[in-house]
């Protein structure tokens, strides 16, 4: 059975739900989630959404942070065109009912924090809980829009391109879905199809997202012949809690932002050490201090604290954070928290331009799982959300336009052939593969790196890459296995951009080559599949 709509989403998140929302009134809505829809990185979300709102702040201002968080790798125009749009998005989503908090001494104004990176308050927030309440407002109007048909426990298999049928003209078609709890693989056909699956971070070991981060959206649309940009490029989030138990909870970085330090296991402060903005300093910078006190002291984490402050506003600025540090026995009231760096953000991604738009005709890409030119070589805090509240805005715009300059002539899929494949007996090896993957990703291709350590990932990746691969092609495709099958691709293309840029910059550090090169332009790593299909070990750098 084949399911046809005007518009094929794949993933529920904030980009995927805003898009659909917008298209929704007018065209058909076919909306893929690997999971429920709360299982996405945005629901986790905790700081707030970037942009200026404050009577003191100025959209130059933005614009000049984010530049500067950047690395000189940031696209002006991109930046200009995201931060110019952050107020009408914010405003969308008030109209859609999200009740972001109010300032205590100014009841009629919103409350704006400050966060790293940020020369003012400019990043309003739901509490500590952001993601969630865009999570929750956007899926309510999902679910209840007669126009917009959901399908949860649902993983997209591949794209389906003109080029893979034999067709003249190569665009996207739509895609394959693993059913999850069917256990069976559907054709999606659509006229536009928008991947907004997230980013990569399930790669590492440790990390702060959700386990559907699997870099799905970027390993079909490189597997569909797109490029990819600055994959080296991924943020470790400094501060996570450290227990056995929490899975890599996130502690939002607003706390540092409202005056919690960050110490050594005697107490001491370090931060000042590193950089003159102290806890204020990049994510990069934070994150680089944090693993270089924790080797130089053999230490298994360091402490975040900010018991300085009235227990009251912390319950009331904090309760998610504070409700779960207490939980694992933390008071974050009257005690420090133990925190270590995670694998949080991918900057790089799929590459687009300023309507979300990829380089396969019919193919979409928005938020975490894209590179448009906004966060350079370090994503300054808060922006996440904002890309993908603009971004979404655009593409549905662009997609408006295209349907109304006529649709393509509808194309006949054909089904997903599994007649030459059998049941896996050894799902151990997936399962093998999976955790050495993470694990070599994490010791060789992590916070500091070096050209021995990514020559060692670059071997094994092959090797492992070379498994899946013909694993994929004798047996059933399962979820775990699709998801291995794009973390491993995905890991190849981050070491293999890790290895073509010869300086440090931002969040690629390298022991190697310690220092930026300004002898020479800043220049953007672009891979490119060698040719329009794409291959798992196949790929060129373009110039």
Request: glycine letters at 8%; a negative charge.
């Amino acid at each position: 059975m084949q399911i046809t709509s005007d518009v094929l989403v794949i993933g529920g998140g904030a980009a995927g739900l805003s898009l659909a929302l917008r298209l929704a009134d007018d065209y058909s809505v076919s909306l893929i989630a690997k999971g429920i829809l709360k299982e996405g990185s945005t629901f986790y979300a905790q700081g707030g959404v970037a942009a200026v709102l404050g009577p003191d702040d100025t959209l130059e201002s933005h614009i000049e942070d984010t530049l500067e968080a950047g690395g000189g790798l940031c696209d002006e125009q991109v930046v200009r065109f995201t931060v110019q749009h952050g107020a009408e998005n914010i405003q969308w989503l008030i109209d859609k009912g999200l009740a972001f908090t109010r300032d205590d001494k100014q009841p009629d104004e919103y409350h704006l924090t400050r966060e790293g990176g940020h020369s003012h308050r400019r990043v309003i927030h739901a509490t500590d809980a952001t993601g969630k309440a865009i999570e929750t407002t956007l899926e309510k109007e999902v679910r209840r829009h007669p126009n917009i048909a959901l399908y949860e426990n649902h993983i997209a298999v591949d794209l389906i391109t003109g080029a893979k049928l034999g067709l003249e003209h190569n665009r996207c078609l739509g895609a394959y879905v693993l059913d999850r709890a069917a256990d069976k693989v559907q054709g999606f056909r659509a006229n536009q199809t928008v991947l907004a699956t997230g980013g990569a971070s399930k790669v590492y070991l440790y990390t702060s997202n959700p386990d559907t981060s699997t870099g799905d959206g970027i390993a079909m649309a490189w597997r569909a012949g797109c490029r990819v940009a600055n994959m080296e490029f991924n943020q470790f989030h400094p501060t996570c809690l450290y227990h056995p138990h929490a899975k890599s909870f996130l502690i939002t970085e607003a706390i540092r932002g409202e005056g919690g330090k960050l110490k050594l296991p005697d107490g001491s402060t370090f931060m000042e050490r590193f950089d003159s903005r102290a806890e204020l300093a990049p994510r990069d910078i934070v994150a680089r201090a944090i693993d270089h006190e924790m080797k130089r002291l053999g230490a298994d984490c360091l402490y975040l604290d900010i018991s300085h402050k009235p227990a009251d506003f912390i319950r009331q600025h904090f309760p998610t954070v504070y409700q779960r540090c207490l939980d694992f026995g933390y008071d974050m009231a009257r005690e420090p928290i133990p925190v270590v760096p995670a694998a949080h953000y991918t900057c790089g991604g799929i590459m687009t331009d300023l309507n979300g738009k990829t380089d396969l005709d019919g193919l979409y890409a928005i938020g975490e799982t894209a590179f448009t030119g906004l966060h350079g070589a370090n994503r300054m805090a808060s922006n996440s959300l904002l890309e993908c509240l603009v971004f979404a805005q655009a593409a549905s715009q662009h997609i408006r336009q295209q349907k109304a300059e006529g649709e393509p002539q509808k194309v006949d899929i054909p089904d997903w052939d599994e007649s030459r494949v059998t049941d896996s007996d050894e799902e151990v090896v997936v399962t093998h593969n999976w955790d050495e993957l993470r694990r070599f990703m994490w010791d060789y291709v992590g916070i500091v790196r070096s050209n021995k350590r990514l020559q060692r990932a670059e071997h094994r990746v092959q090797l492992l890459l070379s498994e899946i691969d013909e694993y994929y092609g004798n047996f059933r495709v399962t979820n775990d296995l699709l998801e291995l099958r794009n973390l491993a691709l995905v890991s190849s293309l981050i070491i293999r951009s890790a290895m073509s840029r010869h300086e440090s910059r931002g969040l690629h550090y390298n022991i190697d080559y310690p220092e930026r090169n300004d002898s020479q332009p800043p220049h953007n790593t672009i891979l490119q599949p060698t040719h329009s299909i794409g291959a798992t070990s196949s790929m060129a750098l373009a110039e």
